[in-house]
């Protein structure tokens, strides 16, 4: 069984940097793909940005630019660098991570318990 754990959040002033982190540990039988998605009260979980174990990656519009997103491979560890950021950036951020289940070609979606990110204004 994967877990994941993030780390990072915390309070910032609008303009200012924060940087996540997410560690999958566990049995882990292979990630191809990991990433961070947020929610902000009253609003559905949305997507920020994902990687691939190849290096691919996606932004949600409304963070390119301003985020990027990293990782580590042979470490099962990807970073969230928000730059820039705005009151509307205020949200849990929940890391997620596509794992391979056994040896078999079926993936199992894994969630973290979420990191808090608040932008004063």
């Known amino acids: 069984q994967v877990q994941l754990v993030e780390s990072g959040g915390g309070l910032v002033q609008a303009g200012g940097s924060l940087r996540l982190s997410c560690a999958a540990s566990?049995?882990?039988?292979?990630?191809?793909?990991m990433g961070w998605y947020r929610q902000a009260p009253g609003n559905e979980r949305e997507l920020v940005a994902t990687?691939?174990?190849?290096?691919?990656?996606t932004y949600a519009d409304s963070v390119k630019d301003r985020f990027t997103i990293s990782g580590d491979n042979a470490k099962n560890t990807v970073y969230l660098q928000m730059n820039s950021l705005k009151p509307e950036d205020t949200a849990i951020y929940y890391c997620?991570?596509?794992?391979?289940?056994?040896?078999?070609?079926?993936?199992?979606?894994?969630w973290g318990q979420g990191t808090l990110v608040t932008v004063s204004v």
């Open positions: 997620n991570a596509n794992t391979r289940v056994g040896f078999t070609n079926r993936y199992l979606e894994v």
């Open positions: 566990g049995i882990i039988f292979g990630i191809n793909t």
């Open positions: 990687l691939t174990r190849g290096g691919t990656t």
